[in-house]
């Protein structure tokens, strides 16, 4: 059997039979952490990728199958999930799968939102629009003569709740499960990220598709060529973090896009490889030169489950930086006075030295605010003057700060041997501060706050989604939205919850 038929049939297994009540409980709470990103980046001032791709998809046009969160439009699928991916990773805040490194639920669940929603659009006839499930038995809009399609297809009014958590755990067990793939201990990095290459984009194109094939209705076949397709569109460079650009932030909703695309191409008719994971010119191959772990890709599918290590961020910043905002709260929690300080020494995993300290120039005095999440130096200066929030807060990053930069130019950064050993296991580092008067204070973590070893509670992860979700929304509205999501597994649906996402008239 390929890997891609496997992979489906695990994701026909989500959706037909019983979930483990860890993944089911687990699920609504990734939705509620993206609806909450969403809405921050939504209500952000001084947003750029997001309003830019909303104005695009506008021009664009098309049928009006599913809502864009916080600005209520009703746009083509694909479209709506690329506006919601592009705000759930707008502001860096979406959760982290580890080892693998990248974010899942950013591009999967927006586009099972929008899959969910648009059910009703899939059983129209594409020629009049019309509802043609009862008018004739082979529905052009569903296509029951391609083999891919369930045969109850057409009579499917939309997707339950229930449905949508099915969706949502098996694209982002995939997803995971491909950066897995990806991982290879004796390297201790993903090989994506060693090539420059954005797993989360690339991986969770994948996991759209398969979040959408399984609300769609396709069988195992139509998934494994919904994958098929996807995985010739999905994409992903990280240099933006590096040197600048706002690219990045719409990666997460070209994956959704890409995702819900395939699995609509796909319920048309569309067929991809067997071999497009494992093949001579397949994904494995394209992105990773053939190195891969496929153990890690398929071994106890539906048994051990990479969602449940998918960590929540308490910081709107790279998790890169987050064992040293850690150790910099800790010092200036402990009575620091940053005006003592002379120098900062920050001290990481080798490999993420390229990514939060490179080039040098940038880290110190970076372009932007969202540049400056990227950067060492500006996290840790911000951390040991104070912020808000759970640690640091969005508000942290409204602007560039003359003191924060100030200090930035003080910090340096190096290679940590033992944070080295420990990544990308769980996030380590050591801040090294040097006084005036020639003492120094130090502090290390070996696995950062909302890591696999100090999970956030339940209590901030609720203070993380109410702080985001009421920048958009009047707080009464807020905790509607909240129920609605606790709800899906109960009788509620993505209308319900995507309802609440748009500020109620007054």
């Known amino acids: 059997m390929t890997f891609v038929r496997r992979l489906a049939e695990f994701a026909v297994a989500c959706r037909d039979g019983e979930l483990p009540a860890a993944v089911r409980e687990d699920v609504p709470g990734r939705v509620l952490d993206v609806l909450g990103n969403c809405l921050a980046a939504y209500a952000d001032p001084d947003g750029d990728a997001a309003p830019a791709v909303l104005r695009a998809v506008r021009r664009w046009g098309g049928a009006g199958e599913a809502t864009a969160i916080g600005s209520g439009d009703r746009l083509p699928a694909p479209s709506a999930a690329l506006v919601n991916g592009t705000l759930a990773h707008a502001l860096d805040f979406d959760d982290t799968h580890l080892p693998s490194v990248l974010h899942p639920s950013a591009s999967v669940v927006p586009a099972a939102l929008a899959a969910a929603q648009s059910m009703a659009a899939l059983r129209a006839d594409p020629a009049t629009g019309q509802d043609a ?123 959704a896009h890409a995702g819900v695309s395939a699995a609509v191409l796909a319920a048309e008719g569309l067929t991809g490889p067997p071999t497009v994971l494992e093949g001579r010119f397949g994904f494995f191959q394209a992105w990773l030169g053939g190195r891969y772990d496929a153990e890690a890709l398929l071994e106890g599918l539906g048994e051990r489950w990479e969602l449940l290590r998918t960590v929540y961020k308490p910081y709107p910043t790279n998790h890169f930086t987050h064992p040293v905002i850690d150790c910099a709260l800790a010092l200036q929690r402990g009575g620091l006075d940053p005006s003592r300080i002379a120098e900062v020494e920050v001290g990481v995993p080798g490999p993420v030295l390229r990514t939060i300290a490179e080039p040098w ?57 033992r944070a080295s050993e420990i990544f990308p296991k769980a996030f380590a580092a050591v801040v090294r501060v040097r006084l005036r008067d020639g003492s120094t204070l130090e502090h290390r973590v070996d696995s950062s706050r909302g890591g696999p070893e100090h999970p956030l509670s339940a209590a901030e992860l609720e203070t993380k989604f109410r702080s985001n979700a009421g920048r958009a929304l009047p707080e009464g509205q807020v905790g509607e939205l909240a129920e609605a999501v606790t709800k899906l597994g109960a009788g509620g649906t993505a209308d319900d919850v995507l309802a609440r996402t748009v500020r109620a008239a007054s």
């Not at 996807?230 to 994956?255: D, F, I, P, Y």
């Open 361 to 417: 120039e940038e880290k110190v005095r970076p372009r932007s605010p969202y540049h400056a999440k990227f950067s060492a130096p500006y996290t840790v200066a911000a951390a040991l003057l104070g912020g808000g929030g759970l640690g640091l807060a969005l508000e942290d990053f409204a602007a560039l700060d003359p003191a924060r930069l100030e200090l930035a130019g003080r910090v340096r950064c190096v290679a940590d041997e």
């Open 133 to 255: 499930s009862h008018a004739q038995p082979d529905v052009p809009g569903m296509r029951p003569d391609v083999p891919g399609m369930r045969p109850d297809a057409a009579q499917r009014v939309g997707a339950s709740g229930v449905e949508l958590i099915a969706a949502v755990a098996a694209g982002v067990e995939v997803c995971g499960r491909l950066g897995m793939a990806s991982y290879l201990p004796q390297e201790r990095n993903s090989l994506f990220f060693e090539q420059g290459q954005h797993a989360t984009s690339i991986c969770g194109t994948l996991g759209a598709a398969v979040a959408a094939g399984v609300l769609f209705g396709l069988t195992a076949d139509g998934i494994a060529h919904a994958v098929g397709v996807a995985a010739s569109m999905g994409a992903g460079l990280l240099e933006a973090n590096r040197t600048g650009g706002t690219v990045k932030r719409v990666h997460c909703g070209w994956a």
